[in-house]
């Protein structure tokens, strides 16, 4: 391994008890941060591997098959090394003995347990509640046992009519059910909609056929081996050939609470999904968090992150609640409703009522915040609305317009983090490919898309340079809602292998693969020359794994690493020199100068670099332009380091209080020539005043009297992150020993194309501190390690000119007319 | 009426990927895939005429560098998701000399 903090531990053994969405995906969430940290076990009553149970509407109504909901195959499980016992009920837990047994007397010990039980639905106490053809709808058997049903045709009556009920009532009339809802209340979901929103949603499924009995208490299931109908607390009765109970659920907590876990309704869990047993996580809807659980699946994905979090020892992120939303998955109703939708005393209402178009919003504002809202028929400002309750946005100077969407609004207000809701639909989004915000939402909503990859392939947006990757999926974020799953589906480098990028690597070290071609062999690449996807990536791995015997494949690099200059959008290149620091001389100008004056260079330009762009050049003329330059390349068309950016310093700045220029150029020196995952930005200030904006850069530096205040993981662009502090040193040789080390262990760990930014986020600053920061001997080593990569770089166009590297730059034949 | 240039021998042209030629039918890109077949195709990607030449070329398929349309070069036609067609011209690769096909031009 190439981790040099690596610690061998025995494996741990984690055992999980649910084999539903909350359950795996924490696993996911797990072996994503530290997939070898465990040995994992999963045990689920059902018989099927996870599934994804927010689709069991579609398939009930025939709308959906239902493998397509399978979220995890069974080989995921076989890939991962998990160990999966389906149909096998856990009944107890033994906290001294740290095991759990099963029904059928098996045990599994474990060094962490994550219980993710789910819930049950509720069966209403009522005589008759255990006849046969009284049924749930709940899990995939449920859904088997319910389309068998209707498949008998006859009557059903759903008592409850809240959002499970109504899905069931559509599935049910969809299958040719003649199909009765009864529900206590006055109007259905009235746990998301007023009087109101509900009459409007019983008319609309009045018209597809579904009854209604409303204010109806239920008080006796008929019938003597089989259900015949049912009788309301008023004595009368209604026959019925399937009675299907959705009158809630209750979160599973059985095994917990005998074990001496403390319970209310759920599983009691601080803000770490820890329970009382610290040895012991739970998520899902057995968990009953700060008095609050969920049923919901977007909660669920937020518990499962945090617990993956500590399970994986990073321990550094909080659960602390889910502010939720929630839509009707039945056909053609839009409805979407959130927080406090009722108003009364103390709160504000803006309404809009189109009764002819089936079209009813209801804002509720508290001190000019949105505090909830109900939107029927139009719930296209829903995403929008949900973001402003959840950022407590203050809302005043466009309250009065606020049903009508931030379309209307101009650019007043609203300061939310996601850029992309704020765009109008016009807006481009993938620069590459030309794709508007519009079309982007259209895909999603009308195509059905749920992940990046879907998006990418059906609308091109985020298919070719990724940078607009961020946007692209705040929209599905904000189209979605909680349904969007942001894990990529298919974790495998690209469509040539179903390896990843790190069993890819892995493989790369351990078997000593020298070149992408001997790679691609290695691991039975679907397609033996690759993809544009894979090569680049493959060829950085070996390189990166092995600097000195690894093969550089020139046609696995990108044409502006091959022709080592940028290719521009006429096929012309530019030609960006190595200024060191941003410091250059009056000779040096005029040798530019002269060289640009010479060749008709069509532009000349300052890039934010620091450094001078010629634009506009042949590719032939290439090499006699590097020649005539005797300067070497500045890398601006790599996956390197790019620049170090740097201010005055204490040279002639009247602030500084550091020597900022020297330390740029001696970093430049040192690091020129780094290969990386993606472009790296240095920048050192010479004063907290930060002119060269080292908080944006990838490893920026800052002078402070006492010393230097490094920062990592800043990025500006599209998506600004600023950076992070990852420590202070005092001495110039320190900064370099710190920047190898950090640049080395993002050179070895992030994945090819990874950023600096989102990989700190991705890996946690507290680990990279701990390596580069916190363990003296593998910062040297790291640092060694970057060494001596570096010392088997050559100046490219230095080996151009003398012909040791043949760009091609030429054509293959001239054929005149 | 049909004339083959000698473009000179295929180790020329970097395997999975490309040159050209300048022609009066101007630029052509000469392609080689990993089992050593070459291909012509006009070198302007349709999409926004970037150079295939500079491309990442695997089986019959070749990436355009600038915005990664792929085309497929047996039909000269981009692939899906995307819509456009390149002019594509006749090869033949004989003891290691390759040819290239054109229409009426005098070598």
């Known amino acids: ?817 | 009426m049909m004339e083959w240039l000698a473009l000179g021998s295929i180790a020329e042209i970097p395997a999975l990927g490309g040159r050209y030629v300048d022609t009066p039918q101007g630029q052509i890109a000469i392609l080689r895939n990993e089992n050593d077949e070459v291909f012509a195709v006009s070198n302007r990607c349709p999409h926004r005429g970037g150079p295939l030449s500079e491309g990442f070329v695997s089986g019959k398929t070749v990436f355009c560098p600038l915005h990664n349309w792929q085309i497929d070069l047996e039909k000269g036609e981009a692939m899906a998701p995307d819509h456009g067609c390149v002019k594509s011209f006749p090869v033949r690769v004989e003891d290691q000399q390759v040819w290239l096909g054109l229409e009426g031009v005098a070598p």
């Open chain 1, 1 to 817: 391994m190439m981790n040099p903090v690596a610690v061998q531990h025995r494996k741990a053994r984690l055992v999980v008890v649910g084999n539903g969405m909350a359950g795996i995906r924490a696993v996911e969430e797990l072996l994503k941060m530290a997939p070898e940290l465990y040995e994992i076990t999963v045990f689920g009553d059902e018989p099927h591997p996870n599934y994804n149970r927010i689709l069991l509407t579609p398939v009930l109504a025939g709308e959906m098959a239902l493998e397509e909901t399978i979220l995890n195959p069974l080989d995921w499980y076989a890939e991962h090394g998990i160990t999966l016992h389906t149909g096998s009920r856990v009944t107890a837990i033994d906290r001294v003995k740290r095991q759990v047994l099963t029904e059928d007397g098996y045990s599994a010990p474990y060094d962490r347990l994550l219980l993710a039980t789910g819930a049950a639905a509720t069966i209403a106490p009522i005589p008759g509640n255990h006849l046969p053809g009284v049924l749930r709808y709940r899990d995939m058997s449920d859904v088997e046992q319910l389309t068998r049903s209707s498949e008998l045709g006859g009557e059903a009556v759903v008592i409850g009519g809240g959002l499970l009920g109504l899905e069931v009532a559509h599935g049910l009339r969809a299958r040719g059910m003649g199909v009765t809802v009864v529900h206590r209340r006055a109007w259905p979901l009235d746990k998301q909609l007023d009087a109101r929103g509900g009459a409007l949603l019983q008319k609309a499924m009045e018209d597809r056929g579904v009854r209604f009995l409303l204010g109806k208490e239920s008080a006796e299931i008929l019938g003597d081996t089989h259900v015949t109908g049912l009788r309301f607390a008023d004595d009368s009765e209604i026959s019925a050939d399937v009675l299907v109970m959705t009158i809630g659920i209750k979160p599973r907590i059985a095994i917990a609470q005998a074990a001496g876990l403390q319970c209310e309704t759920g599983i009691l869990v601080n803000d770490t999904l820890q329970t009382y047993d610290p040895r012991i996580y739970a998520v899902g809807e057995c968990v009953q968090h700060r008095g609050q659980t969920y049923g919901l699946v977007a909660p669920l994905f937020e518990q499962a992150k945090v617990a993956a979090n500590h399970l994986a020892e990073y321990g550094r992120m909080r659960y602390q609640g889910s502010v939720t939303s929630t839509k009707l998955k039945v056909t053609g109703i839009e409805l979407f409703s959130a927080g406090d939708f009722m108003g009364g005393e103390g709160y504000e209402e803006v309404t809009l009522l189109d009764g002819s178009q089936g079209i009813y919003k209801k804002v509720i504002l508290q001190d000019n915040k949105v505090v909830g809202g109900l939107l029927y028929g139009d719930t296209s400002i829903g995403p929008w609305l949900f973001q402003l309750m959840r950022d407590g946005t203050d809302v005043s100077a466009f309250r009065d317009n606020i049903v009508f969407g931030e379309t209307h609004l101009g650019d007043s207000g609203h300061a939310g983090e996601n850029q992309a809701s704020r765009l109008a639909d016009g807006a481009e989004i993938c620069g590459c490919n030309g794709v508007a915000k519009g079309s982007i939402v259209r895909a999603i909503r009308e195509q059905g898309l749920f992940t990046l990859e879907k998006v990418r392939k059906c609308t091109k947006a985020s298919a070719s340079c990724g940078s607009c990757t961020g946007l692209v999926e705040q929209l599905l974020a904000s189209t979605l809602g909680g349904f969007y799953d942001s894990s990529p589906q298919k974790k495998a480098l690209c469509g040539c292998t179903d390896f990843s990028h790190q069993e890819i690597r892995d493989a790369i070290i351990q078997q000593k693969l020298l070149s992408v071609r001997q790679t691609f062999a290695c691991l039975d690449w679907r397609h033996p020359g690759g993809c544009a996807t894979c090569r680049p990536a493959v060829n950085y791995y070996v390189r990166t794994a092995w600097p000195a015997e690894g093969l550089d494949d020139a046609q696995s690099r990108f044409i502006n690493e091959r022709a080592h200059a940028n290719i521009q959008k006429d096929g012309t290149y530019s030609v960006i020199p190595r200024i060191y620091g941003g410091v250059t001389s009056p000779a040096e100008l005029k040798r530019i100068a002269e060289v640009a004056e010479r060749h008709n260079v069509p532009m000349v330009k300052f890039t934010g670099g620091q450094r001078l762009d010629l634009l506009g050049v042949k590719k032939e003329d290439l090499p006699q332009i590097w020649a005539e330059l005797g300067m070497p390349s500045g890398h601006a068309y790599g996956k390197a380091l790019r620049t170090v950016k740097s201010c005055v310093g204490t040279e002639f700045c009247r602030f500084g209080v550091q020597d900022s220029t020297r330390l740029a150029i001696e970093l430049e020196r040192r690091l020129e020539r780094m290969w990386a995952p993606h472009k790296v930005k240095l920048a050192v200030s010479g004063c907290p005043r930060n002119c060269s904006e080292s908080t944006i850069k990838d490893f920026g530096i800052i002078g402070v009297d006492s010393g230097w205040e490094l920062y990592v993981g800043g990025n500006g662009g599209m998506k600004v992150r600023a950076a992070d502090l990852l420590c202070k040193v005092k001495t110039h040789e320190e900064v370099l020993e710190m920047a190898k080390a950090f640049l080395q262990m993002y050179r070895e760990d992030a994945q090819y194309l990874e950023r600096t930014a989102p990989w700190v986020e991705r890996v946690g600053l507290d680990h990279i501190q701990a390596v580069v920061v916190g363990d003296r001997e593998s910062r040297q080593q790291l640092a060694a390690r970057m060494d001596f990569a570096l010392s088997q770089e050559k100046d490219p166009w230095a080996e151009a000119v003398s012909g040791r590297l043949d760009i091609h730059a030429a054509p293959l034949r001239r054929v005149p007319a």
